[in-house]
C-alpha cells in the first residue's frame, strides 16, 4: 500500500511541477505522505474523501528572505564593493522604481475578489468569501489599470519646460508650484516660489568615495511683505527643490514698506565679503539692482529700489544679506518714538519745505538731536565723483598706437 501510495504521490508532485495543483483518487486507509516533498519542494497529504493532494510548496526562496530594501541595495549597488565603483564625476546614479505604478494588489484578469486584499473581510456582520466580478466590470478595471499605466509612461517621456528663469541653462529665477500643505490643512496657494541657485556638492567619506549631491537655494513671496528663504540638499535635483520650498515656509519674515512700493531709508548692510547698498527711490523709478535682489524683490512686494553689489557675489550671501538689511529696517514710526522727534522728509514736488512723515506717541522735547547721536553715513567716492562731474573716462588709461 505504501508502495502505490508513493506512485501516487510520485505522479502527483510530478503534476504539479507543471500545473501547480494535483488530485488524484486512491483507495485504502487515511494516511499521509510527505517523502518527495523535499526533492520536489511540494507537499503530499492523503485525507477524506480518499484523495491525494499535492501542493506546490518553496520552503525559502531569494526573494522571500531578503526585504525590498535590500534587494534594491543590491541591485543599485548601494553596499560593499559596488559602492566605491565609478567614483568619477560623470557617474550615472540609477535610482529606485516604484514596481507598483499601474497595479492593484489582487486585482488580476480573473476578476477575483479577495477578502483583506481588494475587496473587505467583513461586510454586514458576515465574513466575505472569494467571489468574481462581473465580465462588464472586469473589462472596465483592466482598461482603467491600462490608462493609468499609460499616463505614467506618458509623463517619464514628457519634458518638463521651465518658466521664467533668467537665462536659458540656468535654473535661477525659475517658477516652481506652491509649497506642499500643512499638517492642518493649510494651504499656500498665495505664495510664489523662485529659485535662486541650483549647484551640485561633493562630499568624500572613507566608505562611498566622492558622493554628489544637489544643493538648492529657493526663496518665497506674497507680494504682501512676507518672504523667506530656505536651502534644501539632496540626491536628486527635485527632491533638493521640494525641501528647500518646504522648508522655506517656517521661515517666513515680514518686511516693512514705504506706501508698498519701496524701503524706508537708505540701508548699507555687510554678510561676510559681501556688501549691499540700497536706496530709496520713488515711484516708477523700478529695480536697479542684481538679478537675484530683483527676484527677491518681487517676491517682497517692493517695486522701486536701487542696490549696488560690492564684494563677494555668492548668491547665498547676496541672500542673507539682503534679508539681514531690510528686517533691520526701521519705520518712520520707530525712529520717532527712539527720537522723541518729529521725522521729516523732503521731497522734490515740496521743494525746500519738509513733509512731518511721523510723530513720536510721547511727548516731543525740545532740545535737539545732539551731534554724537547723528549718524555718520559714509559717501561713496564713486557717487561724489558722479555727482561732481569728476568721473573718470573708461578711455583714460587705455594705449593709443601712434603712427
Known amino acids: 500500500m505504501a508502495a502505490a501510495f508513493g506512485r501516487a504521490c510520485a505522479f502527483g508532485a510530478l503534476r504539479a511541477a507543471w500545473r501547480g495543483f494535483a488530485s488524484v483518487p486512491v483507495k485504502g486507509n487515511c494516511c499521509s505522505y510527505s517523502s518527495l516533498a523535499w526533492t520536489f519542494q511540494a507537499r503530499c497529504s492523503i ?54 505604478k499601474g ?49 505614467y509612461e506618458k509623463k517619464k517621456k ?41 549647484r551640485n556638492v561633493f562630499c568624500m567619506n572613507a566608505k562611498e568615495g566622492r558622493k554628489k549631491s544637489i544643493r538648492a537655494l529657493v526663496a518665497i513671496g506674497n507680494g504682501k511683505g512676507a518672504a523667506g528663504f530656505a536651502m534644501g540638499k539632496a540626491g536628486d535635483r527635485m527632491n533638493a527643490l521640494r525641501k528647500a520650498k518646504n522648508k522655506a515656509v517656517h521661515g517666513l519674515h515680514f518686511i516693512e514698506r514705504y506706501q508698498d512700493h519701496t524701503i524706508y531709508h537708505d540701508i548699507t548692510v555687510k554678510f561676510k565679503r559681501t556688501t549691499i547698498r540700497m536706496k530709496k527711490q520713488n515711484k516708477g523709478y523700478g529695480l536697479h539692482c542684481h538679478r537675484a535682489i530683483i527676484t527677491i524683490c518681487k517676491l517682497i512686494g517692493i517695486k522701486d529700489m536701487y542696490a549696488k553689489v560690492s564684494g563677494s557675489k555668492n548668491l547665498i550671501n547676496i541672500t542673507r544679506a ?5 528686517t533691520e529696517q526701521e519705520t518712520h514710526q520707530q525712529l520717532a518714538n527712539q527720537k522723541s522727534l ?44 558722479a555727482a561732481q562731474g569728476m568721473k573718470k573716462s573708461p578711455w583714460v588709461n587705455v594705449k593709443r598706437t601712434v603712427w
Not at 120 to 136: D, L, N, T, Y
Not at 322 to 326: C, E, V, Y
Not at 350 to 367: C, H, K, N, S, Y
Open 103 to 151: 497595479q492593484a494588489i489582487g486585482e488580476g484578469r480573473s476578476g477575483f475578489l479577495w477578502p483583506g486584499l481588494n475587496a473587505p473581510v467583513i461586510q454586514s456582520g458576515k465574513v466575505q468569501a472569494i467571489s468574481q466580478r462581473k465580465k462588464e466590470e472586469r473589462e472596465r478595471i483592466q482598461s482603467e489599470l491600462i490608462k493609468q499605466r499609460d499616463t
Open 47 to 100: 485525507s477524506a474523501p480518499w484523495t491525494v493532494t499535492v501542493e506546490q510548496r518553496r520552503q525559502s526562496s531569494f526573494f522571500n528572505t531578503l526585504t525590498a530594501d535590500e534587494l534594491w541595495k543590491g541591485a543599485l549597488a548601494e553596499t560593499g564593493v559596488g559602492v566605491r565603483k565609478g567614483r568619477g564625476k560623470r557617474r550615472k546614479k540609477k535610482l529606485r522604481k516604484n514596481l507598483n
Open 322 to 326: 539682503l534679508f539681514k538689511g531690510l
Open 342 to 385: 518729529c521725522v521729516v522728509e523732503f521731497r522734490e514736488e515740496q521743494g525746500p519745505l519738509p513733509i512731518v512723515v511721523a510723530l513720536p506717541e510721547g511727548t516731543v522735547r525740545e532740545d535737539p538731536e545732539p551731534e554724537d547721536e547723528v549718524p555718520d553715513i559714509k559717501l561713496e567716492w564713486s557717487d561724489v565723483k
Open 158 to 198: 514628457m519634458k518638463i519646460k521651465r518658466q521664467g528663469g533668467w537665462s536659458g541653462k540656468c535654473w535661477g529665477g525659475v517658477i516652481l508650484d506652491p509649497p506642499d500643505p500643512g499638517p492642518n490643512g493649510e494651504t499656500y496657494e498665495d505664495f510664489e516660489t523662485r529659485v535662486i541657485e541650483v
